[in-house]
DNA sequence: ATCGTTCTTGTAATCGTTTACAAAAACATC
DNA sequence: GATGTTTTTGTAAACGATTACAAGAACGAT
């Protein structure tokens, strides 16, 4: 392979001007800028973005911190952090945690030792105050779960406000017994989310029952069923379930049907996310719309505009309640 | 951010014995060792990948190019990627292509830059003859889709026996009307599944009917639904269907609820590849397993062993089909 | 004390770019 | 043609690591 030196001598011109044409800036007549384009085409050369990026001290990748990508949710985000990205010319360095702490470390290191210009933290189980630290020397932005005081940048939606919505729905078409899946409350969303479903109660004279609320560890599908089956179990069952995830809400619905139920009629759910799959099931999932795909490329812009050394504020987005089968009993 | 020279000042020795004690090579007394690591850690120094890469003429890192990250086959072989590259201290950049040249031409360009160090194709759209010349000076392998004379590596399963089992399981369990959703037939696998599928009907003495046999654009959700919706208006309507992905089958899946049918009672179904979510709907689907985890740590092996400079020789890993509720009437 | 070995360290080149600065070329003006 | 101004090009020093090779230190044997 060709470098720069060679294409030079070539083109019989100094290195300067070979670099000087390849990135467009700079003077380069129209005569010698077509000798060296010859001589590039004709060595088959293409510059090294190991050179380039050492001399820029950057190395154009942007890291993203994930706890699965096997949550549909996250992948939507991925998709839109992705596309801002390549608009920019930078590529994604896709990072699968796993809320494993020793994997989390080893993808820090990658920032530390500018294999990163930045990061994305997804991650809920995040180690808050190695990011705090880090978030000194480089550019980190949270996306969809955050810290408050962290002073790190976030784009996120009002998750109280969300459920306090999702659940409200539920107490309009007339239920009562409205049961909480939730995740850890070690989590904010999870937190938040309860606040939201308790507030919905309260407002209508609802009274907060503890033995209505589960906490689940994960987000999945199989957390989804154990909740559920705990809240079948339940001498005064609800007829209706707000739960913090699709995934959850899937995995209830399951066993909903495997115990001879049927939703809407018997229980009702609302999910959260509107990941593609709350639409394929049967019968569909009324669930709140998070905007993903906008959240993903808020992120990375926000990101971007960090790294280039610019001040940037956290923003809150907008959701959704989309009403389908699930709750239209 | 303090560098090597700094540190080897600040240590009393010269840059060369620090970059020793980094990488645990040469010889070092424990004198001096002791000196550099404290230096190290008093200055707060990272090396810089930016630096060695270039030195190394090397990356570390593996493209992984994917027509969408929404498709959960996906996601469970880039876990598999991941894990075998982080074992490698590989990391890996998720490529995203869309199935649009634009974009995978970018991402071509990132291994011609020397920005990835090789690259694991697992888009059934990409360019053959622009992979194939890359091949030519890069280190590629082809995961799950692949065409056989490019001279590339790689690893799969052996589709046609696969389509071939699952037909001959709705077979046996009583179906003679038997349609087909696949894909679009300039995929490879997409013939060969539907080879399987002609040999199960012919070697049972059942006609292949050209009005059986359906093709869509993706594998997506939606296109399972069309297709189905088509299979539902024949005349003579099929008792079973078999689909080249999970996510079609789901599609018709849901098509066929829409008409009031039942699933396996009206219609059976039988998918492909065994994704979470088919074990997520009602009925569960009955599919075909495909060792997606596996398939991505050998691929990423694979690959590690090509840029090392070693032959590698293509897999065809083992299937497996599952009998769930879409087929157990 | 001298020599030969072995072990440890240092010097300086290298990887492939970009860019400040200097130098040369081109051009306009008188 | 001499001079000044502008435009174009070249020289050489970064960026931050690794590593041949050379040199120095340490040590035992004579």
Avoid: W
């Amino acid at each position: 392979m060709a470098n720069i030196h060679q294409v030079a001598k070539y083109a019989g011109v100094s290195v300067a001007t070979v670099s000087r044409v390849l990135n467009d800036q700079g003077t380069v007549t129209a005569k010698t800028r077509i000798k060296v384009e010859d001589a590039i085409k004709e060595l088959n050369y293409e510059p090294s973005m190991l050179g380039r990026n050492l001399r820029n001290s950057e190395s154009r990748i942007l890291l993203i911190l994930i706890p699965t990508i096997s949550n549909p949710f996250y992948s939507e985000i991925i998709k839109g952090i992705e596309t801002a990205a390549l608009k920019h010319n930078y590529n994604i360095l896709l990072c699968e945690t796993d809320s494993n702490p020793e994997r989390e470390n080893i993808y820090f290191d990658l920032v530390r030792k500018k294999m990163a210009d930045g990061i994305i933290s997804m991650d809920p189980a995040v180690n808050m105050e190695t990011l705090m630290k880090l978030a000194e020397h480089h550019s980190i932005i949270q996306c969809s779960e955050y810290a408050l005081d962290s002073g790190i940048p976030y784009v996120t939606i009002d998750n109280e406000d969300a459920a306090y919505r999702a659940v409200k729905h539920l107490i309009r078409i007339g239920h009562e017994k409205i049961a909480l899946i939730n995740s850890d409350e070690k989590f904010l969303y999870a937190r938040q989310r309860k606040l939201g479903y308790q507030k919905a109660l309260r407002e209508n004279g609802i009274e907060v029952q503890d033995n209505y609320m589960f906490h689940t560890q994960e987000l999945g599908f199989d957390q989804g069923r154990q909740a559920m089956r705990k809240i079948l179990d339940l001498d005064d069952r609800p007829t209706a379930v707000f739960t913090v995830s699709d995934l959850l809400a899937i995995g209830a619905l399951k066993e909903i049907h495997q115990h001879g139920l049927l939703v809407p009629n018997d229980i009702a759910i609302v999910g959260f996310d509107k990941i593609d799959f709350s639409n394929m099931t049967h019968p569909t999932l009324t669930t709140i719309a998070q905007p993903m795909y906008q959240m993903g490329t808020i992120a990375a812009n926000m990101l971007i505009d960090k790294i280039k050394g610019n001040e940037v504020d956290s923003i809150v987005l907008d959701h959704e309640l989309i009403i389908r089968e699930s709750t239209s009993g």
